[in-house]
């Protein structure tokens, strides 16, 4: 089961890129990253997904190296609406996903 | 097209007694995975379901029980409620399918969740 390592919490100004970064030192070869976003008292939303080099979607970037044993999550140009946590998940669907504590991200004005 | 759909919201419950949340998945999806969230902490497994039996399962005690039903729809029980059960349980729904290598694999969805408070 691949357990995941990130920052417990990150500050950044409105309008300025965030990365947040995760490690997976043991992920498997089936394994794919996955990130969220959650909001208080509301369920995790699905922000991006990818298993090797980089992906990009409209509101985020993921960019794992070779080794697959970290991933990046980058968010362009935060917006207060952006403050929430942050998860990295890693696994396939077969398999439990472990969560973490996630990343308090905190957006100031 | 819906989205994972949890009932009820909100329920709270006399120690002791005994609870049945309801979910029902995305559209497509057939795989039911239930976690439970305790205030200020990450979601944790309970177990997966798939083809109506249960495949994986966390580290919770027998207590907790679910089933999955044709519709691919699910339930989550909770008997003997104890206060520490006091929890947001959410339910997320996948599609079982073969690893391709591809770099878009199969994502997992969540509903609002049911916020359970045992008192």
């Known amino acids: 089961l691949a357990k995941t390592t990130q920052p417990i919490s990150m500050d950044s100004y409105e309008g300025q890129e965030v990365n947040i970064t995760c490690s997976h030192n043991?992920?498997?070869?089936?394994?794919?990253i996955t990130w969220y976003q959650q909001f208080p008292s509301q369920g995790p939303r699905f922000i991006i997904q990818g298993y090797k080099t980089k992906v990009t979607n409209e509101v985020a970037s993921l960019f794992i190296p070779a080794d697959r044993k970290s991933s990046t999550l980058s968010l362009p140009r935060v917006s207060l609406s952006d403050t929430a946590v942050y998860y990295c998940?890693?696994?396939?669907?077969?398999?439990?996903?472990?969560f973490g504590t996630g990343t308090s991200l905190t957006v100031i004005p | 097209d819906a989205g994972v759909t949890q009932s009820p919201t909100h329920l709270i419950k006399t120690r002791g007694q005994q609870v049945t949340l309801r979910c029902s998945p995305k559209?497509?999806?057939?795989?039911v995975s239930w976690y439970q969230q305790a205030l200020g902490q990450g979601p944790q497994f309970i177990f997966q379901y798939y083809e109506e039996e249960e495949r994986q399962r966390g580290n919770f005690p027998d207590r907790f029980s679910g089933h999955q039903f044709p519709n691919y729809s699910s339930e989550l029980n909770v008997n003997a409620l104890l206060l520490g059960d006091s929890a947001l349980y959410l339910c997320?729904?996948?599609?079982?399918?073969?690893?391709?290598?591809?770099?878009?694999?199969?994502?997992?969805?969540f509903g609002e969740g049911s916020w359970l408070t045992v008192v």
């Open positions: 997320a729904s996948s599609l079982e399918a073969i690893w391709q290598g591809s770099s878009s694999g199969n994502t997992i969805y």
């Open positions: 559209s497509g999806h057939d795989t």
């Open positions: 998940l890693v696994g396939d669907v077969g398999n439990q996903f472990y």
């Open positions: 043991n992920i498997a070869t089936n394994d794919y």
